[in-house]
């Protein structure tokens, strides 16, 4: 890797922790120049302009999700135990086990809900992706015979989402010490009902 390359991701996973804590529109050209001491016109001439950089803070978050949550959940045996990694894996994306900020897609989704553009688009994009993933990860639990031959896939798609997404608000919101234990049993529900 040439060394702009590797300037280049140093300054994403420093833009991506930011982001994380104060969301796309409080990153700021200015906010990570001083965070890694580099220039305002060095970090310029790697951007061009802030809705570039927050198209590749998401396109770099994208990357790390896949890498720490969607492989090793491919890796695993398919069926129920890929569906379990899949869920242990998010849920450590939401608890802040990579960015301290918490899920950065929830918090971009939050801000850009009804902010038409380019940025909107490149996380909407993502997110269906996201939701196709889990379609076909919980459709191989259907062909191995783990899951119900008539459960639909997309009503447990959203359903894990809606888990998880209760899970950070009353985590990382409410700071409820019992919120992780609370979306395992949720979780464990809707297997228990996929069955």
Same mark, same amino acid.
């Given at each position: 890797? %040439?060394?702009?390359?590797?300037?280049?991701?140093?300054?994403?996973? =420093?833009?991506? *922790? !930011?982001?994380?804590?104060?969301? +796309?529109h409080g990153l700021t050209i200015g906010?990570?120049?001083?965070?890694?001491e580099l220039?305002?016109?060095? +970090?310029?001439?790697?951007?061009?302009?802030? =809705?570039s950089l927050q198209i590749e803070v $998401? &396109?770099?978050? &994208?990357? &790390?999700? #896949? /890498? #720490?949550?969607? %492989? @090793?959940? +491919?890796?695993t045996p398919r069926g129920e135990p890929r569906v379990r990694e899949l869920f242990e894996g998010w849920l450590g994306?939401? %608890?802040?086990?990579? $960015?301290?900020?918490?899920? +950065?897609?929830?918090?971009a989704a939050a801000e $850009? /809900?009804?902010? @038409?553009?380019?940025? %909107? *688009?490149?996380?909407?994009?993502d997110e269906r992706d996201l939701t196709d993933t889990v379609v076909? !990860?919980? &459709?191989?639990? !259907?062909? =191995?015979?783990?899951?119900r031959q008539e459960a639909d896939p997309y009503q447990f798609a959203?359903? #894990?989402?809606? #888990?998880?997404l209760a899970y950070t608000h009353t985590y990382r919101l409410l700071k409820d010490p019992g919120a992780e234990d609370r979306a395992r049993r949720a979780f464990e529900a809707l297997l228990t009902a996929a069955r």
């Amino acid at each position: 890797m %040439r060394k702009g390359e590797t300037t280049k991701l140093a300054i994403l996973d =420093e833009a991506s *922790e !930011i982001a994380s804590a104060v969301g +796309l529109h409080g990153l700021t050209i200015g906010t990570l120049a001083a965070k890694t001491e580099l220039s305002k016109s060095g +970090l310029f001439a790697h951007f061009q302009s802030k =809705e570039s950089l927050q198209i590749e803070v $998401l &396109r770099h978050a &994208r990357n &790390r999700f #896949v /890498d #720490v949550v969607i %492989r @090793p959940a +491919l890796a695993t045996p398919r069926g129920e135990p890929r569906v379990r990694e899949l869920f242990e894996g998010w849920l450590g994306w939401f %608890r802040g086990d990579i $960015l301290s900020g918490g899920c +950065l897609f929830t918090a971009a989704a939050a801000e $850009l /809900d009804d902010q @038409p553009g380019p940025v %909107r *688009e490149f996380l909407v994009s993502d997110e269906r992706d996201l939701t196709d993933t889990v379609v076909q !990860i919980f &459709r191989t639990g !259907i062909s =191995e015979g783990h899951f119900r031959q008539e459960a639909d896939p997309y009503q447990f798609a959203q359903d #894990v989402l809606g #888990v998880l997404l209760a899970y950070t608000h009353t985590y990382r919101l409410l700071k409820d010490p019992g919120a992780e234990d609370r979306a395992r049993r949720a979780f464990e529900a809707l297997l228990t009902a996929a069955r």
